[in-house]
Protein backbone atom coordinates (compact mmCIF):
# COMPACT_ATOMS: atom_id res chain seq x y z
CA UNK A 1 0.00 0.00 0.00
CA UNK A 2 0.78 3.26 -0.54
CA UNK A 3 -0.34 6.70 1.61
CA UNK A 4 -0.72 10.09 -0.26
CA UNK A 5 -0.80 13.68 1.19
CA UNK A 6 -1.71 16.82 -0.94
CA UNK A 7 -0.19 19.57 -0.02
CA UNK A 8 -0.04 23.16 -1.32
CA UNK A 9 -3.80 24.15 -1.68
CA UNK A 10 -5.26 27.95 -0.99
CA UNK A 11 -6.69 30.83 -1.93
CA UNK A 12 -5.58 33.02 -4.70
CA UNK A 13 -6.72 35.53 -7.31
CA UNK A 14 -7.23 34.48 -11.44
CA UNK A 15 -4.22 34.98 -13.03
CA UNK A 16 -2.02 33.74 -10.06
CA UNK A 17 -0.01 30.82 -9.94
CA UNK A 18 -0.52 27.47 -6.80
CA UNK A 19 1.67 24.72 -6.92
CA UNK A 20 0.85 21.55 -5.26
CA UNK A 21 2.81 18.24 -3.93
CA UNK A 22 1.92 15.45 -3.43
CA UNK A 23 3.91 13.13 -1.07
CA UNK A 24 4.11 9.30 -0.90
CA UNK A 25 4.81 7.15 2.25
CA UNK A 26 4.89 3.33 2.41
CA UNK A 27 6.21 2.35 -1.23
CA UNK A 28 8.20 4.07 -3.60
CA UNK A 29 6.89 6.55 -6.06
CA UNK A 30 8.97 4.79 -8.80
CA UNK A 31 6.72 1.97 -8.79
CA UNK A 32 3.61 3.77 -10.04
CA UNK A 33 2.74 6.60 -12.63
CA UNK A 34 0.62 9.46 -10.80
CA UNK A 35 -2.32 11.46 -11.61
CA UNK A 36 -3.99 14.48 -10.42
CA UNK A 37 -7.81 15.12 -10.61
CA UNK A 38 -10.32 17.72 -9.24
CA UNK A 39 -13.74 17.95 -8.37
CA UNK A 40 -15.98 20.77 -8.52
CA UNK A 41 -19.06 21.20 -6.33
CA UNK A 42 -21.89 19.34 -7.26
CA UNK A 43 -19.63 18.05 -10.33
CA UNK A 44 -17.74 14.14 -11.07
CA UNK A 45 -14.10 14.27 -10.08
CA UNK A 46 -12.25 15.22 -13.35
CA UNK A 47 -8.84 14.50 -14.73
CA UNK A 48 -6.17 16.80 -14.83
CA UNK A 49 -2.73 15.64 -15.56
CA UNK A 50 -0.92 12.37 -15.39
CA UNK A 51 2.63 11.43 -15.54
CA UNK A 52 4.64 7.89 -15.89
CA UNK A 53 6.48 5.76 -13.52
CA UNK A 54 9.97 8.06 -14.84
CA UNK A 55 8.49 11.04 -15.71
CA UNK A 56 8.98 11.01 -19.17
CA UNK A 57 5.63 11.19 -20.23
CA UNK A 58 3.29 13.56 -19.76
CA UNK A 59 -0.01 14.23 -20.12
CA UNK A 60 -3.15 16.94 -19.77
CA UNK A 61 -6.70 17.68 -19.41
CA UNK A 62 -7.62 20.62 -23.05
CA UNK A 63 -8.93 22.41 -20.10
CA UNK A 64 -5.17 22.91 -17.99
CA UNK A 65 -2.97 22.25 -21.43
CA UNK A 66 -0.49 25.17 -21.46
CA UNK A 67 -1.18 26.58 -17.98
CA UNK A 68 -0.41 23.65 -15.91
CA UNK A 69 3.04 21.55 -15.31
CA UNK A 70 3.02 17.79 -14.00
CA UNK A 71 6.55 16.39 -13.03
CA UNK A 72 7.81 13.92 -10.35
CA UNK A 73 11.45 13.54 -8.17
CA UNK A 74 11.39 9.71 -7.47
CA UNK A 75 14.09 10.40 -5.22
CA UNK A 76 11.59 12.36 -2.75
CA UNK A 77 8.89 10.53 -3.17
CA UNK A 78 6.85 13.61 -4.73
CA UNK A 79 4.78 14.78 -7.40
CA UNK A 80 4.09 18.22 -7.95
CA UNK A 81 1.26 19.92 -10.29
CA UNK A 82 2.50 23.44 -10.65
CA UNK A 83 -0.93 25.71 -12.07
CA UNK A 84 -0.25 29.12 -13.76
CA UNK A 85 -2.86 31.71 -14.99
CA UNK A 86 -5.54 30.27 -12.98
CA UNK A 87 -9.31 30.71 -13.58
CA UNK A 88 -12.23 30.48 -11.66
CA UNK A 89 -13.53 27.13 -13.04
CA UNK A 90 -10.12 25.54 -11.90
CA UNK A 91 -11.90 25.94 -8.65
CA UNK A 92 -12.46 22.64 -7.15
CA UNK A 93 -10.94 19.71 -4.56
CA UNK A 94 -7.49 18.57 -6.38
CA UNK A 95 -6.40 14.98 -5.47
CA UNK A 96 -3.07 13.13 -6.52
CA UNK A 97 -3.63 9.26 -7.41
CA UNK A 98 -1.30 6.33 -7.63
CA UNK A 99 -1.74 3.48 -10.18
CA UNK A 100 -0.40 0.42 -9.19
CA UNK A 101 -0.96 -1.39 -11.88
CA UNK A 102 0.73 0.31 -15.22
CA UNK A 103 3.17 2.78 -15.66
CA UNK A 104 1.88 4.54 -17.99
CA UNK A 105 0.54 8.13 -17.62
CA UNK A 106 -3.69 7.57 -17.87
CA UNK A 107 -6.55 9.86 -18.12
CA UNK A 108 -9.08 7.27 -17.06
CA UNK A 109 -9.72 7.85 -13.11
CA UNK A 110 -10.79 3.99 -12.53
CA UNK A 111 -7.20 2.69 -12.94
CA UNK A 112 -6.04 4.43 -10.11
CA UNK A 113 -5.68 2.76 -7.11
CA UNK A 114 -4.64 4.83 -4.27
CA UNK A 115 -5.91 8.27 -3.51
CA UNK A 116 -5.31 11.36 -1.29
CA UNK A 117 -7.64 13.34 0.33
CA UNK A 118 -7.69 16.21 -1.51
CA UNK A 119 -6.40 19.91 -1.02
CA UNK A 120 -8.83 22.93 -1.83
CA UNK A 121 -8.25 25.39 -4.71
CA UNK A 122 -10.04 28.47 -4.33
CA UNK A 123 -9.75 31.06 -7.55
CA UNK A 124 -11.08 34.38 -6.70
CA UNK A 125 -12.56 36.37 -10.12
Known amino acids: QVQLVESGGGLVQAGESLGLTCTASGRALSDFAMGWFRQAPGKEREFVSAINWSGGRTIYADSVTGRFTISRDNSKNAVYLQMNSLKAEDTAVYYC??????????????????WGQGTQVTVSS
Open 97 to 114: AADDRELGASRVLSEYDY
